[in-house]
Each structure stands twice: as C-alpha cells, then as structure tokens.
C-alpha cells in the first residue's frame, strides 16, 4: 500500500489517511450525461477517483482531467472517474473552452457528501478549504479495496504514477 499526502485539518487528514486498506466508500454520482455511477458495482475493476477542484482549476485539474479521457492504455487497467463539486449545468463551459475535457469520465458532488467520505475537502491541494476537494487520487482495486491514496499539492498529470501503481495490484 501507498500513501503520498500532507496535512490538512486533522479530521479530514485522518480520513483521508484511515481509507488505506479499507473498503472504498459506496457513492452513486451522476456523470454529465446524466448516467448514474454506483461505485459497489464496479467490484471486478480497478478504479481511479480523481477528486479535483473543478471549473476553477484550470489549467491544472483540466489538464488532469483531458489527460485521463486521452489515455487509452490506463483506461484498458481502471475505470477512471474525475469527482468535482460543480454543479453539472455549468460543466458545459469547461468543454467549451477545452473539448478535451469530454473524453473523460466526470462524476458531480455537488453536495460534497462524498469529498467529506473521503476526507478530500480540506488537504493541503485544496485551495478552498473546506469547500473544494483539491488535486487528490484514489486507487480502489477490483475487491474494492482504497490501494493507494495521493494528495497531490503540485497538481501535476500522474498518469504514469497511477498507471505503475494500478501494475503493483
């Protein structure tokens, strides 16, 4: 198991860092079509959560995000899902500006009783704390076990990180 974070406020860091080798948090999510994603029926596959701050993180979860639905070799290892907690009627600005963005898979928490699941609202990535989950991933293996947990305050592209990490499963 992988663990690669920073503070945050201590019960979200605690969270957050507790989710290591415990079953993934159930969720059901709509994605922009409208579809609802049940996270428990998705036992069988890999999965890789990508909570991002959304619409007002650009360039870097945007980038994340078009990197994701680009990514045909990490899409054949995990089911990829990018949790952000805009409201789904204005995610029609974000592929406006940047069509790449509809290749990928993106889940709303509007409500951010997910992001509160998973300790994400207020980790050192956030910057809104307490009100937007940050640049944090989450590997879930196909028992639905949390396998690796990364809060990432660089906001890079981890494609090859999560794709070696997806490997070591």
């Not at 944090?136 to 990432?152: A, H, M, W």
Request: with cysteine; charged share 20%.
């Amino acid at each position: 198991m992988a663990s690669h974070h920073g503070g945050g406020t201590p019960a979200d860091a605690t969270i957050f860092n507790s989710l290591l080798g415990k079953i993934a948090p159930d969720f059901t999510l709509e994605d922009y079509s409208g579809k609802k994603i049940i996270l428990s029926e998705l036992k069988g596959k890999n999965v890789i959560l990508f909570f991002n701050e959304g619409l007002m993180c650009y360039p870097a979860c945007w980038n994340q995000i078009a990197a994701f639905g680009k990514d045909t070799e990490l899409a054949k290892k995990a089911v990829i899902f990018n949790i952000t907690a805009d409201p789904k009627n204005n995610w029609k600005q974000a592929i406006d500006k940047m069509p790449e963005l509809a290749g990928a898979t993106v889940l709303f928490d509007s409500n951010r009783q997910i992001s509160q699941k998973y300790g994400v609202l207020t980790l050192p990535s956030s910057m809104h704390k307490g009100q937007f989950p940050g640049h944090t991933y989450v590997i879930i293996n196909k028992e639905g076990i949390i396998k690796f947990v990364r809060d990432d305050v660089t906001m890079a592209v981890r494609n090859n990180e999560l794709s070696t990490e997806i490997d070591k499963l």
